[in-house]
């Protein structure tokens, strides 16, 4: 199956470099064209973040299934979003990703898994797509900040 486009509404008006915690709505494995050969297609995992755990909108983010670095020297999408959720620092490194069951593993056995609840911050910017629609587009992921004791 070829997914080229979501069927959620986008989430309403997002502001460039703010801080969004957003909530795992939902998760799937899909089959799109490859970045580097538009013949090819590859697998991706689709995140929908909503600002609401039961809002309609949702800001669908695509995720290769690489857990490296990109060639221009980031951590992976799915990485970070990951390490994210599980609290961990950006670069953690994770040992494996299971895209059938959502879960991943870090070196030190420890297993999360990747389910509709998950929570995490985001912060991105406005683009303008081909067509010249406005799509909101991740920068960052990160995880949910932990209160300080005063």
């Known amino acids: 199956m070829i997914i080229t486009a979501t069927s959620r509404p986008d989430l ?3 502001v460039d470099d703010t801080t969004y915690v957003m909530t795992v709505t939902d998760a799937r494995l899909v089959e799109g064209k490859d970045y580097d050969d538009p013949d090819k297609t ?6 929908d973040l909503g600002l609401e755990p ?3 909108e949702a800001l669908s983010v695509w995720c290769t299934l690489k857990l490296g670095m990109t060639k221009s020297g ?3 999408k799915l990485r970070q979003l990951l390490n994210a959720i599980a609290g961990e620092p950006e670069a953690a490194p994770i040992a494996s990703f299971d895209s059938d069951l959502l879960t991943w593993a870090y070196p030190s056995g ?12 985001v912060r ?7 067509s010249g629609d406005r799509r909101f587009t991740v920068d960052r992921f990160r995880p949910i900040p932990t209160p300080t004791a005063a």
């Open 124 to 130: 991105g910017t406005n683009k303008i797509t081909q």
């Open 12 to 14: 309403p008006d997002l």
């Open 110 to 121: 420890v297993v999360h898994e990747l389910e509709v609840g998950n929570q995490l911050t």
């Open 54 to 56: 039961d809002a309609p």
């Open 42 to 47: 590859q697998h991706f995992l689709v995140i």
């Open 74 to 76: 980031v951590v992976s």
